[in-house]
């Protein structure tokens, strides 16, 4: 499985961005879709999860806010991030799940929100 994760960039307090993860290879397996960030200095968190049966699941400071999605027809897993918050600045990871834990990667996109 590949994952190729784009959208990230800077935007002002208060502002949107979409980021989207594109999955290649074999894809048919994957049961969970996650973003992960990390912001400098601090622990890599678990922003938000998506399972094959559409369930999702936020950590509770982006609970409102962001909005995690999946096209399972286009292998491709979003999150819509709305009202963002300079302490939303990290590197944001897409991660999928064949098993019970994350298994592949994708190259970090850098989000930047300015005050």
């Known amino acids: 499985v590949q994952l190729q994760a784009s959208g990230g960039g800077l935007v002002q307090t208060g502002g949107s961005l979409r980021l989207s993860c594109a999955a290649s290879g074999s894809t048919f397996h994957i049961n969970t879709f996650g973003w992960y960030r990390q912001a400098p200095g601090k622990q890599r968190e678990l922003v938000a999860t998506i399972t094959d049966g559409a369930m999702t699941n936020y950590t509770d400071s982006v609970k409102g806010r962001f909005t995690i999605s999946r096209l399972i027809a286009k292998n491709m897993m979003a999150l819509q991030m709305n009202a963002l918050k300079p302490e939303d600045t990290a590197v944001y990871y897409c991660?999928?799940?064949?098993?019970?834990?994350?298994?592949?990667w994708g190259q970090g996109t850098q989000v930047t929100v300015s005050s």
């Open positions: 991660a999928a799940m064949l098993g019970s834990e994350f298994d592949y």
